[in-house]
């Protein structure tokens, strides 16, 4: 399995943007649908979105798709989440996500789906 790192989160205020990236480690991504869920104090995690790493190929939860965009360097072995014209509900810890395989609709915005996660990192969008 490969290992996650997020790193690009911080504080911002509404309207603001940020770009999260997440490092893959410890083998090759090819093959993988690499995802961002997020998670607001005292909610569940939720996804945002995913992209399948061999055809680049992406999907969006339906809040975000005009604002967030999700790519991936492959060289790098990076994924990134662009977020631009922030809001405050957007606040929550950021979780970069992996499995190996080609998803449909309904897995790919499972949590129980992906095998590989990373520690999070804090996104707060002030008012």
């Known amino acids: 399995q490969v290992q996650l790192v997020e790193s690009g989160g911080g504080l911002v205020q509404a309207g603001g943007s940020l770009n999260l990236s997440c490092a893959a480690t410890g083998r090759t991504a090819e093959g993988y649908t690499m995802a961002w869920f997020r998670q607001a104090p005292g909610k569940d995690r939720n996804f945002i979105a995913r992209?399948?790493?061999?055809?680049?190929?992406?999907y969006y939860e339906e809040s975000v798709k005009d604002r967030f965009a999700i790519s991936r360097d492959s060289a790098k072995k990076m994924t990134y989440l662009q977020m631009n014209s922030l809001k405050p509900e957007d606040t929550a810890v950021y979780f970069c996500?992996?499995?190996?395989?080609?998803?449909?609709?309904?897995?790919?915005?499972?949590?129980?789906?992906?095998?590989?996660w990373g520690q999070g990192t804090q996104v707060t969008v002030s008012s």
């Open positions: 996500a992996a499995v190996y395989g080609t998803l449909n609709s309904y897995t790919g915005r499972r949590e129980s789906t992906y095998r590989s």
């Open positions: 992209i399948n790493w061999n055809s680049g190929m992406t």
